[in-house]
């Protein structure tokens, strides 16, 4: 009995002596590890930590889905009859007109936000650059703004505004308002665009409103017995006025919506362009040699 328990002690005792010699050398190998990570990054002078992927908000995938959700709703209209009703109630055909500049203008919001995302990615792949060759280096091996970029070198609204930036214009401001242009520029038009909708609604009403009156004015006398024909006569110009108004807001706000979206997108690419441009210059300044030198 003894001399089991003792064997079992023996035992117990080799076993810790060789777990401990094992995790012994585990920590020297991780200490030998981290030196030479250590010694790596200490030989290269622009060393960064490693930095995560930043995500890209997928603008393009949010108008597709809304786009979607409005070939939906624009199918389950049509089956319900209700774009028979709309096109068969307007004989000016203003109803069409606004329908088609909703359809183009939804359309150029789907190619904005294409173009759009695809500056931010642009933006995200010369970000890389600069940070590897330094901001005075990558503007000396790019060519001028509005020409070819080199070979593997992106191009893109916020290459041209860095670039801007390393070139140290006479008008400081020149840059920001190029880059706010590009960036903000097309929206303007497809914001009038939408107040267009609008007013085509309100011109339908005023248009219906001015039918009613007439149909109202040539009235010789009231009799009783034509009087379903008489509402009925009256009231297309009122259904006129009525639905281009609807259709004239429900426009408005669906590609509202749309513009608001890409105005904030391009107000984020904004900021992220010029934050990105002030560090740049702040560390191109530091390594600056300095004038006497």
């Not at 191009?155 to 401001?173: E, I, N, T």
Request: glycine share 10%.
């Amino acid at each position: 009995m003894k001399a089991g328990l003792q064997d079992l002690l023996v035992s117990g005792r080799r076993l810790g002596d060789v777990a401990l010699t094992q995790a012994m050398a585990g920590a020297s190998r991780a200490v030998v590890h981290l030196a030479n990570v250590r010694r790596v990054a200490a030989a290269v002078p622009n060393a960064e930590p490693v930095r995560r992927r930043v995500p890209i908000e997928p603008l393009l995938l949010e108008w597709l889905t809304l786009g979607g959700l409005m070939v939906f709703a624009g199918w389950l209209l049509g089956v319900r009859g209700v774009w028979r009703l709309l096109f068969s109630s307007d004989p000016t055909g203003l109803t069409i007109v606004i329908l088609v500049v909703f359809v183009v203008a939804t359309l150029w919001s789907g190619s904005r936000s294409h173009e759009l995302q695809r500056q931010r990615q642009l933006m995200h792949a010369t970000l890389a650059e600069l940070r590897h060759h330094g901001l005075q280096a990558w503007a000396a091996r790019r060519p001028a703004p509005g020409t070819e970029a080199a070979e593997g070198m992106p191009a893109g609204w916020a290459a041209d505004y860095w670039h801007a930036l390393a070139c140290a214009p006479r008008d400081a401001d020149a840059p920001l308002d190029l880059l706010s242009e590009a960036t903000h520029g097309p929206h303007h038009t497809a914001w009038w665009v939408n107040g267009i909708q609008l007013k085509l609604g309100l011109l339908g009403k005023v248009i219906g409103f001015s039918m009613l009156a007439m149909q109202i004015g040539q009235l010789q006398s009231f009799d009783a017995a034509q009087s379903q024909d008489l509402l009925r006569s009256l009231t297309s110009g009122l259904g006129v006025a009525l639905l281009t108004t609807m259709v004239g807001l429900v426009g408005n706000i669906v590609l509202g919506l749309q513009l608001t979206r890409l105005d904030r997108y391009a107000d984020t690419l904004l900021a992220d362009c010029q934050r990105h441009g002030i560090a740049l210059s702040a560390d191109a300044a530091r390594q600056a040699p300095p004038d006497g030198a």
